[in-house]
């Protein structure tokens, strides 16, 4: 394919995507493209079928039926070209413990034919903040400095798409937060970013996210519009006896569902009987104290639980 064809193809591309292992279905045709420069979320629990999806795409296994390709090229028949134009960050990351900082950057650049310096543009940002320890072995980095390295070393040959499977599990808040603004960085140098997480809140940070459960996709939308699409009300509520709420709550017939979020359970309601002063008047009858209910806006979370028991 020539490289204008290539440009006008979508940067990941999925259709029918399916895999087995033995009985277990861990994706059950899944279909979705990502258009060149965005950055794609894929947020689901652990064992939704996120790490398979993202070895099928990066040419480590082969689905059982469907199609895919990754910057243009068959996941199947060109698995070759596309290894070269993929970066991948497992979830674990494939760093090599004995080894330092330097030498794993230098060992991952001379493995794609390329070196430090004729990338180090791409990296520099990242890099940089772990330069000073370049002497270090991987293995006594911290896990915020381990995901900075990955990273590096995945980005090292410039890839046009990078594949970043639960890049922030384990690491601490203030890392989380510097790595998505890293992302963002090298979405503005035009890299396609597929990423991977069980943390809601980051979706918010994807352009746009597919929620992911038992192999399926439940929907693919901006973070936005799936907020705006969640059907029904939605209730913070809090009392004395917060295990023996989620009962009631619970077995109300006039709630949808209702989950522990926080310090507060949250309550979708379909019911238009339903008002909040009812609802009030019904748990103090049942014996609860302190009683505080307050509307509030769905997060990615809540349309998730929502979805997920369609
Ligand atoms: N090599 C394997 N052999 C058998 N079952 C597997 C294998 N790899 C994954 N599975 C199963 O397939 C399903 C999907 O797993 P997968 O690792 O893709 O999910 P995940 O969303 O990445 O979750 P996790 O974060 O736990 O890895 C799970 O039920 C898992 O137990």
């Known amino acids: 394919m020539d490289k204008q064809n290539i440009q006008s193809e979508p940067a990941i ?6 895999k ?16 060149r420069g965005e950055i794609f979320g894929i947020i689901g629990p652990d064992g939704a079928g996120k790490t398979t999806l993202f070895r099928i795409l990066t040419t480590l296994i082969l689905a059982d039926s469907g199609t895919a390709s990754v910057d243009g090229f068959d996941v199947v028949k060109d698995y070759k070209e596309i290894r070269k134009r993929v970066g991948y960050m497992p979830g674990k990351f494939s760093l090599y413990q004995d080894m330092t900082v330097e030498e794993n950057l230098n060992f991952f650049a001379t493995v794609f034919n390329t070196t430090i310096e004729e990338n180090y543009e791409l990296v520099k940002d990242i890099y940089q903040q772990i330069e000073p320890f370049k002497n270090r072995r991987a293995g006594k980095l911290s896990g915020g400095m381990k995901q900075k390295l990955a990273l590096s070393c995945a980005l090292i040959h410039k890839p046009s798409v990078l ?10 808040p203030v890392s989380r937060k510097e790595f998505w603004g890293m992302l963002k960085n090298l979405k503005a140098q035009g890299i396609t970013i597929l990423v991977s997480t069980p943390y809601m809140d980051e979706a918010s940070l994807c352009d746009r996210i597919a929620l992911i459960q038992n192999g399926q996709f439940l929907k693919i939308d901006t ?12 209730w913070a509520v809090q009392s004395d006896n917060m295990h023996k709420l989620l009962n009631d709550l619970r077995t109300n017939d006039l709630t ?3 989950f522990a979020f926080g310090d507060k359970h949250h309550v979708s309601v379909s019911s238009e009987q339903l008002s909040i002063n009812s609802l009030k008047e019904t748990l103090d009858k049942l014996g609860h104290t302190n009683i505080e209910i307050k509307e509030i806006e769905p997060t990615i979370e809540d349309c998730f639980m929502q979805l997920s028991q369609k």
């Open 20 to 35: 087995k292992y033995d009985t277990i279905e861990a994706l059950k045709g899944i279909d979705f493209t990502v258009e």
């Open 223 to 234: 973070p936005r519009n799936i907020v705006n699409q969640y059907e029904n009300k939605l």
């Open 163 to 172: 594949f970043l499977d639960e890049p922030t599990t384990g690491v601490d």
């Open 13 to 18: 591309s999925c259709k029918s995507v399916s």
């Open 256 to 258: 949808s569902n209702c």
